[in-house]
């Protein structure tokens, strides 16, 4: 199936417009379709953007092994695994994000879902429940940067 770049960015600007037309209405109701038309605009703006492991991979500091998205949205979470050893599991959700770490070295992620809760902050509305790669990544730098067992 051939793709034509220019009908799909003027289906993009088109829905950009009426995103910003409905959030400025601010109606409840309208919540859940502008989530879903982000998230739709989102992963069509990712054909441009870099890999997770380009992104990944350009800060050394954080010491990731690998990272593995395991749910886009309702809830976005990823699985990562440090150099280290230790386990994080990240969970975006109901507009509050959570960041939690493994006790000790596993592989298994239900090790970091139990775990340590290194961060835990409330930054979307109560209907939000997609965010965006690079979003995650500033927030877990923040996080591991402060923990102090990594």
């Known amino acids: 199936m051939k793709i034509d770049f220019f009908v799909i960015m003027?289906?993009?600007i088109k829905l950009r417009r009426e995103c910003k037309?409905?959030?400025?209405?601010?109606?409840?109701?309208?919540?859940s379709f502008i989530d879903g038309v982000k998230f739709a605009l989102d992963?069509?703006?990712g054909i441009e953007k870099k890999s997770l492991k380009e992104i990944y991979d350009?800060?050394?500091?954080?010491?990731?092994?690998?990272?593995?998205?395991?749910c886009e949205c309702c809830?976005?979470?990823?699985?990562?695994?440090l150099t280290n050893g230790k386990m994080v599991y990240v969970r975006y959700r109901w507009g509050k994000l959570s960041i939690r770490i493994s006790h000790g070295e596993t592989?298994?992620?239900w090790n970091a879902v139990a775990g340590e809760v290194i961060f835990e902050k409330k930054i979307g509305t109560e209907f939000d429940g997609?965010?965006?790669?690079?979003?995650?990544?500033q927030y877990l730098k923040l996080a591991l940067k402060n923990y102090k067992g990594v």
């Open 10 to 12: 003027k289906r993009f």
């Open 75 to 81: 809830p976005s979470q990823w699985e990562i695994k």
């Open 130 to 137: 997609y965010l965006n790669d690079n979003v995650m990544k």
């Open 58 to 70: 350009s800060d050394s500091d954080l010491e990731i092994q690998y990272i593995k998205r395991t």
């Open 21 to 31: 037309e409905l959030e400025n209405e601010k109606h409840v109701w309208n919540r």
């Open 107 to 109: 592989n298994d992620i």
């Open 43 to 45: 992963y069509i703006e």
